[in-house]
């Protein structure tokens, strides 16, 4: 399990999340596959999680594409904004 902070507008990890093609958006991280989650989400304004914060999960897929989804993630986050 890791978590990474986006950079930018907490918006912006939000946006990285629904771009994720081989995680799965989650609220708990307790499966096998690669699972990701924007906590501050479901805790709502209240939550004591950054805003920017993406919580994951790392499953048996194969590193390499999985690195590959966070990085397309991320630049299609970026895109949006433009």
Do not use: C, N
């Amino acid at each position: 399990m890791l978590s990474l902070h986006v950079a930018g507008e907490w918006q912006r990890s939000l946006r990285a999340a629904e771009h994720y093609e081989l995680f799965i958006r989650a609220t708990s991280l307790d499966g096998v596959e690669s699972l990701i989650e924007h906590r501050y989400t479901f805790e709502g304004p209240g939550s004591t999680s950054p805003m920017g914060m993406l919580r994951l999960s790392i499953g048996p897929e194969d590193p390499t594409d999985l690195v590959a989804d966070l990085e397309q993630a991320l630049e299609r986050a970026a895109k949006d904004e433009l």
